[in-house]
């Protein structure tokens, strides 16, 4: 198993990263910060693929507003090939949306500047 933190050299090679923050699992507590977590499938890209890798994000926003800072723990295991890069789509569910936020990428596949 691989982990990179806040803006780590790797991502997912899965096709294609479907997260979908509305169905976070969400601390509770403290008012100025909130936790998301999201475990992948294979079973659950659009389409769906057969695979054994799997990954789990976690993503933290602490403050608000102008204070607001996010930091994100990635992990994965199991991909039979190299990591390209992460992202998060914007869709419904089973509907392959547009890349809305770029997590990371490599140097022969960086994200938008």
Known sequence: MRR???????ALGLAAIVLVIGIPSVALGDDDRRDFTAHFLGVNETPS??????????VRINGSGDNARITYTLTFSGLRAPVTQAHIHFAQSKVAGGIMVFLCGTAASPGPA
């Open 4 to 10: 990179f933190a806040f803006f780590g050299p790797a």
């Open 49 to 58: 693929i057969s695979t054994d890798a799997t990954a789990d994000l976690t």
